[in-house]
């Protein structure tokens, strides 16, 4: 679901909350929590926290002046991304004791999850999405254009700062119960695009109910190649997404040449 929003705002099917940073910096706020043994709730609230730092972070490398360009939005998620990995790796390496419980967070996993955890990712999860939706309209008037948005009487920078805030909500809420489980948010908005078309109205929803069956079957399938051990879920939607990722950079430079 933060997926569609996060592609519809950025005008760009590449984008999605784990492109964006948020998913590492939840999980860097959840890496930095089971260091410090801080217990589930504190593991939820560092997670939120961290993941809400990282979008303004992106959101300030992005910004220029009063406005803030699409592009260098994507361009920062991707770099902070990178970074926040990388001190993660290098947090596993400086605590060994922690390193199962850190490895979980980053590679994504049912395995672990517990009701506890539910029940405090649910309605954080369910509540951030309603209030997501309430926006799906403003969003589909954005898509055509921000001036044509800000004519028609919607504040666009007060919008993009309310999804990319509640977006992060929502993301962190889910890193917390399973960790990264990555391209999800890229590939079942593009494909649930190419079913339903651009409409947010029904597209956020369609998404939010596909992401739920595509992540059934993966951990399914991660349940079932090596039988009785289990792969987690985060490796096999990377090995799917990555070809994925690929495949969409190279469609939009043949569409730019053949422009």
């Known amino acids: 679901m933060v997926g569609a929003f996060f592609q519809g705002l950025l005008r760009n099917p590449m984008a999605d909350p784990y492109v964006l940073g948020v998913s590492s910096g939840a999980a860097f706020g959840a890496t930095i929590a089971i260091i410090l043994n801080l217990g589930i709730f504190g593991t939820g609230f560092s997670a939120f926290l961290a993941a809400l730092f990282t979008i303004n972070l992106v959101y300030l490398i992005a910004k220029s002046g009063t406005r803030i360009s699409m592009a260098s939005l994507l361009l920062a998620g991707i770099a902070v991304s990178t970074f926040l990995s990388a001190v993660i790796s290098l947090l596993m390496l ?36 309603l209030l997501l939706y309430v926006f799906a309209r403003d969003l589909n008037v ?8 800000e004519h028609l009487g919607i504040n666009t920078e007060k919008v993009k700062r309310i999804i990319l805030l509640l977006g992060s909500l929502v993301t962190a809420a889910a890193v917390f119960t399973t960790g990264i489980i990555g391209f999800v948010g890229l590939i079942v908005p593009h494909i649930s695009r190419l079913l339903v078309g651009p409409d947010n109205r029904v597209l956020v929803p369609f998404s939010a109910l596909a992401g739920a069956i595509f992540l059934i079957c993966t951990d399914t399938l991660a349940r079932t190649i090596l039988a009785p051990a289990e792969i987690p879920a985060g490796i096999i939607t990377a090995a799917l997404g990555a070809p994925f990722f690929i495949y969409l950079l190279i469609k939009a430079k043949t569409h730019k040449e053949g422009m």
Do not use: C
């Not at 922690?98 to 506890?116: A, P, R």
């Not at 954005?142 to 948005?149: F, H, I, K, N, P």
């Open 94 to 129: 400086l605590n060994h004791e922690q390193i199962t419980k850190i490895l979980f967070w980053t590679m994504g996993s049912f395995n672990l999850v517990f009701w506890d955890n539910v029940y405090l990712s649910a309605p954080l999860i369910l509540i951030g999405s």
């Open 142 to 149: 954005m898509m055509t254009g921000e001036e044509t948005a």
